[in-house]
């Protein structure tokens, strides 16, 4: 079973800046199998980015994903205020699984 | 308007059975897979079942297996998940999330289940 890690657990940043966020799978994922969540206090996820590197419909284009193997990055250049939130990545397995990292909180500073 | 609507939550005893319902609207089931993903205060995502679209593949995670049943109504566009044996650690928000190309591009805003004594 194939876990990931995503890191830190907490990033604490000012409005404006750039905030860098990993997710490390445990084996080499595909990069067509994985996907980015925001979830804001008390709402559902939302999809941000799929297939590693693909803007969801309404996703801003400050997000960005990239990686490969078993390293993957969601980079937010510009941080806006509706933009502190949690961050999960979710690899979905050509074996039909699916898994998500333990989230990656952005927080104002 | 595209979206699914979950319900059934609320509290039940260790050991209770529940059914949650997801209802599709603006799309058909019979084009979609659909999952149940939880979300236990306080934790992270964890998913629990999936339904494919033309329900030949169903599958669930390894803490709910032998324990929850997936299923749908198709004429009323309704996903179903049977819950039975129902721990404490099951409690959580229970999310409705359509399949499109193995990512979930819409959820819906959860129905929570408590299990308490």
């Known amino acids: 079973e194939i876990v990931l890690t995503q890191s830190p657990g907490t990033l604490s940043l000012s409005p404006g800046e750039r905030a860098t966020l990993s997710c490390r799978a445990s084996q080499s994922v595909s990069s067509a199998y994985l996907a980015w969540y925001q979830q804001k206090p008390g709402q559902a996820p939302r999809l941000l980015i799929y297939d590693t590197f693909n803007r969801a419909t309404g996703t801003p284009d400050r997000f960005s994903g990239s990686g490969s193997g078993t390293d993957f990055t969601l980079t937010i250049n510009g941080l806006e205020p509706e933009d502190f939130a949690v961050y999960y990545c979710q690899r979905y397995g050509n074996s039909l699984t699916w898994t998500f990292g333990q989230g990656t909180k952005v927080e104002i500073k | 308007q595209v ?115």
Not at chain 2, 61 to 72: H, Q
Request: glycine residues 12%; charged residues 20%.
């Open chain 2, 3 to 117: 979206q699914v609507v979950e319900s059934g939550g609320g509290v039940v005893q260790p050991g209770g059975s529940l059914r949650l319902s997801c209802a599709a609207s603006g799309f058909t089931l019979t084009s979609f897979g659909v999952h149940w993903v939880r979300q236990a205060p306080g934790k992270g995502l964890e998913w629990v079942a999936v339904l494919s679209h033309d329900e030949n593949y169903k599958d669930y995670g390894d803490s709910v297996r032998g324990r929850f049943t997936i299923s749908r109504d198709t004429s009323k566009d309704t996903l179903y998940l049977q819950l039975t044996s129902l721990r404490v650690e099951d409690t959580a928000v229970y999310y409705c999330a359509r399949d499109v190309d193995l990512h979930f591009d819409l959820w819906g805003r959860g129905t929570l289940v408590t299990v308490s004594s």
